[in-house]
T-cell receptor, first 116, second 115 residues
Framework: AQKVTQAQTEISVVEKEDVTLDCVYETRDTTYYLFWYKQPPSGELVFLIRRNSFDEQNEISGRYSWNFQKSTSSFNFTITASQVVDSAVYFCALSETGGYGQNFVFGPGTRLSVLP | KAGVTQTPRYLIKTRGQQVTLSCSPISGHRSVSWYQQTPGQGLQFLFEYFSETQRNKGNFPGRFSGRQFSNSRSEMNVSTLELGDSALYLC??????????????FGPGTRLTVL
């Protein structure tokens, strides 16, 4: 069965600090997709990134970067020079492709508070 | 392109009633998935519809049902509401027919309160 763990329930940082959100997943499939979503106070989930299991290259997008390590089943997310607008709940999600149709499993989320 | 829309945004019902929530996916998207989000259980997958057929189903009781219309709009219905059904119900759309699967785009949600 697939499972996503985000051990950090809440994190508080001061603006301009770097912060890393951890994500550990479990799956029996060899082909799968990992995602990060942001949920601001408005409630709508915003897509941040998708990574497939065959692509272990790290990715950087502005202040955001992602570190995917299959050996440790982790897909961590780092925000560099955090800003107050980064305050939100961040979800890591896993989608296996073995089944037919969408089959997303979300982690419990990490609430990030960036203080001015 | 318009995003995913959900109506209504807020709903208050009493125990025993039933409720219908609506979701209009992004134009061209044929897959609609529904999720329930609660503080205790987090985001849980309810079901997915593709081309008017339920393609995948989560672990929820039969009181939760859905359907999809030919224009890809989807509705979910909860019958005999219980207090524990109070939650944010999120709808997500995606192309659904392409492998690898594209990311899902989420609507703003419907917040259901059961009194």
């Amino acid at each position: 069965a697939q499972k996503v763990t985000q051990a950090q329930t809440e994190i508080s940082v001061v603006e301009k600090e770097d912060v890393t959100l951890d994500c550990v997943y479990e799956t029996r499939d060899t082909t799968y997709y990992l995602f990060w979503y942001k949920q601001p106070p408005s409630g709508e989930l915003v897509f941040l990134i998708r990574r497939n299991s065959f692509d272990e290259q790290n990715e950087i997008s502005g202040r955001y970067s992602w570190n995917f390590q299959k050996s440790t089943s982790s897909f961590n997310f780092t925000i560099t020079a955090s800003q107050v607008v980064d305050s939100a709940v961040y979800f890591c999600a896993l989608s296996e492709t073995g089944g037919y149709g969408q089959n997303f499993v979300f982690g419990p989320g990490t609430r990030l508070s960036v203080l001015p | 392109k318009a995003g995913v829309t959900q109506t209504p945004r807020y709903l208050i019902k009493t125990r025993g009633q039933q409720v219908t929530l609506s979701c209009s996916p992004i134009s061209g998207h044929r897959s609609v998935s529904w999720y329930q989000q609660t503080p205790g259980q987090g985001l849980q997958f309810l079901f997915e519809y593709f081309s008017e057929t339920q393609r995948n189903k989560g672990n929820f009781p039969g009181r939760f049902s859905g359907r999809q219309f030919s224009n890809s709009r989807s509705e979910m219905n909860v019958s005999t509401l219980e207090l524990g059904d109070s939650a944010l119900y999120l709808c997500a759309s995606s192309h659904g027919s392409q492998r690898p699967y594209n990311e899902q785009f989420f609507g703003p949600g419907t917040r259901l309160t059961v009194l």
